[in-house]
């Protein structure tokens, strides 16, 4: 099992729509999580912390959190074009330095 | 603020040749440095990090190497390229929160392109 998991994609969404990214992670002590954009030829770049349970929003970003489901997600409202990107989820490895990524979801949003 | 400095933008090295990729952090003190290569269309392969000067952890033994010789400067280096060397190579740097362990988000310098022929 992979230490942070996420669905490759392709997901698609309308310009306008709610897109909807989901993440798990295996390590149930874990306590830090991140989302992260990486537009095609560029580096990641840090969109959203969370550290405890429930959700945590940042202009058209909310971040929701389950620590007893093992489940952090991204919700992007009102879905633009130039949100189009692939979405690392980053959970870092308790008790260490190191940060586990995800493979990252891709999303295309459609004008 | 703090900022990350890396170079060169893009590089191509034939096969066998040395490698020098420089990353500089600035606007932070004892910062936790890393490296990540990331192949065309895969994720982050983390390949070392860097908690003080002169302390390197390799994730990956192959034929790469990295040194810290000043506290915001992380220098990746290889004697010899080959040709599975080419990829995206990041550099990162999170805060460093005297706690002995890591619980702050990484950010990333623009990458280097190294392609090798």
């Known amino acids: 099992q992979k230490e942070v998991e996420q669905n490759s994609g392709p997901l698609s969404v309308p310009e306008g729509a709610i897109a909807s990214l989901n993440c798990t992670y295996s390590?149930?002590?874990?306590?830090?999580f991140f989302w992260y954009r990486q537009y095609s030829g560029k580096s990641p770049e840090l969109i959203m912390s969370?550290?405890?349970?429930g959700d945590k929003e940042d202009g058209r970003f909310t971040a929701q959190l389950n620590k007893a489901s093992q489940y952090v997600s991204l919700l992007i409202r009102d879905s633009q074009p130039s949100d189009s990107a692939t979405y690392l989820c980053?959970?870092?490895?308790?008790?260490?330095?190191?940060?586990?990524f995800g493979a990252g979801t891709r999303l295309f949003v459609k004008a | 603020s703090q900022t990350i400095h890396q170079w060169p933008a893009t590089l191509v090295q034939p096969v066998g040749s040395p490698l020098s990729l420089e990353c500089t952090v600035e606007?932070?003190?004892?910062?936790?440095l890393y490296w990540y290569r990331q192949a065309a269309g895969r994720g982050l392969q983390l390949l070392f990090y860097?908690?003080?000067?002169?302390?390197i952890s390799s994730e990956v033994p192959q034929n790469l190497s990295a040194s810290r010789p000043q506290d915001r400067q992380f220098i990746l280096s290889s004697k010899k390229l080959l040709l599975s060397d080419s990829g995206f190579y990041l550099c990162?740097?999170?805060?460093?929160?005297?706690?002995?362990?890591?619980?702050?988000?990484?950010?990333f310098g623009d990458g280097t392109r190294l392609s090798i022929l």
């Open positions: 990162a740097w999170s805060d460093d929160m005297g706690l002995g362990y890591s619980n702050q988000p990484q950010h």
């Open positions: 390590d149930r002590v874990s306590q830090s």
């Open positions: 969370i550290y405890s349970n």
């Open positions: 980053a959970v870092i490895h308790p008790g260490g330095f190191k940060t586990i």
């Open positions: 606007g932070t003190s004892n910062p936790n």
């Open positions: 860097s908690v003080g000067i002169g302390q």
